[in-house]
């Protein structure tokens, strides 16, 4: 993986930006559970199936919401610092790959 510009956003997330994360990665996290206990039930393959596309809807959704945070506060701020390039290249990089 590249290297990271930065060890730490230049604008720390709020505690209500971080508990609204954390709390989405929680109920992704319980869907996963569910789909382990969909498995060991041995359910009917086209609904595990189906909760797993809801998982890969809600983490590119967190992630989504990532992304905008960084554009406008750190993508912004490296801009204002005259530091954009690198950190759209490095965006751009990480956007390449969140699109697999």
Do not use: W
């Not at 510009?5 to 505690?15: G, V, Y």
């Not at 209500?16 to 009917?44: C, F, P, S, T, W």
Request: proline letters at 2%; hydrophobic letters at 35%.
């Amino acid at each position: 993986m590249d290297k990271f510009l930065h060890d730490k956003p230049s604008h720390p997330r709020s505690k209500d930006e971080k508990q609204a994360v954390i709390n989405r990665l929680k109920r992704i996290e319980g869907q996963v559970r569910g789909i382990q206990k969909m498995v060991e039930e041995d359910r009917y393959c086209v609904d595990i199936l189906v909760q797993i596309s809801a998982i890969q809807a809600a983490l590119k959704n967190v992630g989504f919401t990532v992304t905008e945070r960084h554009m406008n506060h750190c993508v912004t701020h490296a801009i204002e610092q005259g530091e954009g390039k690198d950190m759209i290249t490095e965006l751009m990089n990480v956007l390449k790959q969140f699109s697999k």
